[in-house]
Nanobody, 121 residues
Framework: QVQLVESGGGLVQPGGSLRLSCGAS????????MGWYRQPPGKQRDLVAT???????NYADSVKGRFTISRDNAKNTVNLQMNSLKPEDTAVYYC???????????????WGQGTQVTVSS
């Protein structure tokens, strides 16, 4: 079993900051990419940011310069620092990880349960 658990969501005013955290646990041999996705109400789930085990990052254009993704390979955790938040950042944020469970297995994406981020005055 593999489990991803997010924390850190909540209500924040426009211009404020939040930090999301996600930890992966269970039967894990290695993790390649870890990332964050978000799904606004009534819309599809989209990429926010990803980071490889080597530290290479990728961001959606809408969050570049405001959000920073980081990870701790030893602890199997990934964080998302969100600054200068806007109402359009309101969404359920999901953690995801591309995990290999054994040396013989292929990788697959696992998802967290999601955490709500609401940006409103």
């Amino acid at each position: 079993q593999v489990q991803l658990v997010e924390s850190g969501g909540g209500l924040v005013q426009p211009g404020g900051s939040l930090r999301l955290s996600c930890g992966a646990s269970g039967s894990i041999f290695s993790i390649n990419v870890m990332g964050w996705y978000r799904q606004p109400p009534g819309k599809q789930r989209d990429l926010v940011a990803t980071i490889t085990s080597g530290g290479s990052t990728n961001y959606a254009d809408s969050v570049k310069g405001r959000f920073t993704i980081s990870r701790d390979n030893a602890k199997n955790t990934v964080n998302l620092q969100m600054n200068s938040l806007k109402p359009e950042d309101t969404a359920v944020y999901y953690c995801a990880a591309d995990i290999r469970r054994s040396i013989l297995s292929s990788t697959r994406y696992y998802w967290g349960q999601g955490t709500q981020v609401t940006v409103s005055s």
